[in-house]
């Protein structure tokens, strides 16, 4: 796309539709008459009495808590300078869209005609009463040093400039991770500053904080290097003036030096001078948008260089979204009157040692790569990793407390990590609840399908992460390369491949044949069978040489489910089997069933697959509300769907009386209790919303669960087996790494329970959520 294009698209981005890109959405009904009262008046006065008795009530009736204004005078806009307030208003707005979309967090943003520190901070100081914290931007130097202090001395919310602040704790926690991979200490390294405006002398301020030493610190702006006998520095920049005689340039400070940290002008550092730094060099040219050297160039002239930018398209992307969001997410939850050095040190510590840590598949598929770990080209998370909002908002609101600067103590943590992670739609509480009792009795795993990268990535997931020990099935050749070209590492991990003999393989055979055999199964095709690996990863879970088996990603369910109903078969007392879905959605989970087993139950069939989920439904800790679903409303049309259903829901009424189910019913009505209640108050269950949906035949079923998964966004767990003997969970075809992940975990909290059957009757029955 050529520049010309790239500049319509930009305008037509902004102007088409609603111009802009933020809007206010009320919070609260109103719908009714009613709701318009409540709102304003007459309803309003009585918030109002309440904040003027006390005034911190303004934090419980206002959207005050939650409130942050962006503020800029447009003297200082991106790298486009002083353009003045109107042209700055884009900028702030999209900044307030960046709060919103990584923390939600509402923002007003204001672009005010004031250029003197005194008017700028007279407006400022009068909005108080109105947010919850301000976010300063683009603002001149040396004016925004000035306008940032006296506004944290003198107001009692939180204040940052961000584009000092935002940078300082992004690449301090860069600088972190950067020097423990390449081997230097933060106190022994040589570094050198290019600019000095308010985002340079900020990240050197943090850098000192950090540990390193202020002598071994030079830094330059466009007039070259600052020294003490310059007439042109203020204050803040003297501080960082250096005696030395021995640099008469930037090509003579880069001599031996250990770290370059550019905040200036593109392409203001060449070849030669990165190949005369000492080895192991650090480069953070972060000038926007084309750096003080290209990426490419720079990596080409030393490959053992450490290379940070403020670009996206490169590694090591130094982007103010890891931090300002969160750090102000944190400080709104406690109240706090200020910012302070101890909550930006915190921030900078979470954000380092989140890199540390296994990064999850959403984020290696938001950038188009199969594996990215802590390493010379990732030293900081990435900007869609989700977790920044829980590591980072919880990092600096106990900064606060600790501090001293928060006027709301948090004392359940747990709690408030739940808060965090819904406040982004991420709410997955049962799953992490499975995943940690899954931890506490990891058990074996035996993958059929191991020669398949997302095999092998979910499996060294679940390894490093304790939840299960794997076992690959397939070619050794084949597997190991597919791991050495895309860097896993599963350590000692079991492989075994059918096809070339195994020990245990005749005594798989003869069970197999002497189950089969009068199903016309001879020993010699019994051996063949085996070479299955469905087949034969079902036999090791049968003979206890593994404790679950996960097959299906490259198959269609049913030549994955024969072998383990012919070898393994149902637990006593079920009938037949059932397939379950979980569907994480923003109202918590929703279990649909059967979604991928019996195609066209009949109603005893029906009865028997209701039952089957109910019972799992409750050995999740979830009371089970069940809905039995077919086109009519009670009778309301005939039809041979409509008439199984209800035949079905007499039966369980009958047969179950404490089960909570009825029906036919249409889902709109199963899933509004208001709407329920309207029309058919008579319903057993009228109070609640069902959780747990039956579908009249597969086809529904099967329809409905990918509908909501592509189009609703809900996120679909399984399809969970339920009714073998023991645990074999088939994948939907082409699952996602994150998918894959889920299933395992579902199949070893199975195992688990599976494990003890004299005190369990059915899976997850050990399994309590909190």
Known sequence: MNKNNRKQDALNYHSQGRPGKIQVVPTKPTNSQRDLTMAYSPGVAEPCLRIADNVEDVYK??????????????????????????????????????????????????EVNAKSVDEFVNIVKALEPTFGGVNLEDISAPTCFEIERRLKAEMNIPVMHDDQHGTAIISGAALMNACEIQGKKLDK????????????????????????????????????????????????????????????????????????????AANVVTPDMLKSMAKKPIVFAMANPVPEIDYDLATAAREDIIMATGRSDYPNQVNNVLGFPYIFRGALDVRATAINEEMKIAAVH?????????????????????NLKFGKDYIIPKPMDQRLIVEVSAAVAKAAI???????????????????????????????NLTNKAKQNPKRVVFAEADNYKILRSAQIVKEEGIATPILLGNEDKI????????????????IDPRAGCENMEEYANFLYEKRQRRGVTLFEARKMLIDRNYY?????????????????????????????????????????????????????????????????????????????????????????????????????????????????????KQYPDMVVDGDMQANFALNSDLLADNFPFSTLNGKPANTLIFPNLESGNIAYKLLQEIGGAEAVGPILLGLKKPVHVLQLGSSVREIVNMITIAVVDAQSKANVSKSTGIFSKFKGK
Not at 90 to 98: H, N, T
Not at 226 to 241: G, H, N, S, V
Not at 402 to 426: C, M, Q
Not at 612 to 623: A, C, H, P, T, Y
Request: charged letters at 25%; one cysteine or more; proline letters at 4%.
């Open 61 to 110: 009736y206002t959207a005050k808590g939650n409130l942050v204004a962006v503020i800029s005078n447009g003297t200082a806009v991106l790298g486009l300078g002083n353009i003045g307030p109107e042209a700055s208003k884009p900028v702030m707005e999209g900044k307030g869209l960046l709060f919103k979309i990584y923390a939600d967090i509402d923002v007003f943003d204001l």
């Open 189 to 264: 390294i040589r570094m050198v500053v290019n600019g000095a405006g308010a985002a340079a002398v900020s990240c050197s301020k943090m850098y000192l904080s950090l540990g390193v030493k202020k002598e071994n610190l030079v830094m330059f702006d466009i007039n070259g290097l600052l020294t003490p006998d310059r007439t042109d520095l203020d204050d803040i920049r003297l501080e960082f003036a250096t005696d030395r005689t021995d640099i008469k340039n930037l090509a003579d400070a880069m001599k031996n030096a250990d770290v370059f940290v550019g905040l200036s």
């Open 350 to 370: 979470a954000i380092a040692e989140m890199a540390k840590k296994p990064v999850p598949e959403a984020v290696n598929l938001a950038y188009n790569t199969t």
């Open 402 to 432: 600790d501090s001293g600067v928060a006027r709301k103590v948090i004392t359940d943590w747990e709690a408030y990590h739940e808060e965090l992670r819904t406040r982004l739609g991420t709410n997955d509480k049962l799953l992490r």
């Open 480 to 495: 190991r390369q597919i791991m050495r070209e895309n860097d896993l590492d599963l350590g000692d991990v079991q492989i």
């Open 537 to 653: 990863g079902a036999c090791m879970v049968q003979f206890g040489r593994a404790d679950a088996l996960i097959s299906g990603l490259t198959k269609n369910y049913v030549p994955t489910i024969k072998p383990a109903l012919q070898i393994i078969g149902t637990e006593d007392g079920v009938n037949r089997v059932a397939g379950m879905y979980m569907m994480i959605t923003a109202k918590g989970p929703v279990f649909f069933g059967d979604t991928t087993v019996n195609e066209n139950p009949t109603v005893q069939e029906l009865v028997d697959i209701t039952v089957l989920i109910e019972r799992s439904v409750k050995q999740f800790n979830i009371d089970p509300r069940v809905a039995m679903l077919s086109y009519s409303n009670f009778g309301s049309n005939e039809g041979p769907i409509p008439e199984k259903t209800r035949e079905t829901v007499r039966i369980l009424h």
